[in-house]
């Protein structure tokens, strides 16, 4: 079976693909490098946007996945080390040249799928502003940070989970995608209990303030109930949302 990955094709191999009507859309998924507490590594969002974005790609079908975004609007993890962050002008002059590259080839449906929670609301403008300006492209974007968030915690409570436990960063279900995923980068020696409170009070501090005012160590959740077993019943949900929204929008 071919690739679904656009970077291990050659050009001829994706003109022919296109010019055949085999492929005629492009995933961009658009993760981080941030802090992600003591326990998991930068990359997590990122390690997160290769993987849904490939299983995104195959199962759409008619579809490659561009090399993923792996930095990220991230300004409040700052203070704590490693983090990088984009400024959102800089994010959406990154997805406007994507967008211009791929369209001139002909890909007729651009997929934009965020897996870092700080990317949701730019990539929603960003793209609001696109669909204005390259109307030559069907951009759908998968932006509702609300619901992404819904459909974190209904899978989290499968298990017996709390919203609270399973965490907004770096808590119980994002510790079990990675362990799923890339288990040699946690550290589960180091997996303490963070924020426990309510979600409601805690993201506007955490935006406006940055994550340190809510969680000195930069977690939001308990890890300590992690395991890869519910990673990968929350990456098989993920995908499976992610499809239903994207697929009914394609041309």
Known sequence: MRSVLLSELTWPDVRGLIDSGEIDTAVIAVGAT???????????????????????TARLGRALLAPPITIGCSDHHLALAGTISLGQQTLAALLEDYVRSLARHRFKNIVVVPTHGGNFNPLAQIVAQLRQSRPDANIVAYTDLEHFATVLAEASAQFGISAEASGLHSGELETSLVLALRPELVRMDRARTGYLGPAAEALPVFFQQGVVAVSPEGVLGDPRQASPEQGRAYLQRLVEDVVAYVAPRLR
């Open 34 to 56: 941030e802090q992600h507490g003591p326990h998991l590594p930068l990359g997590t969002d990122s390690i997160l946007a290769q993987a849904i974005g490939e299983l995104v």
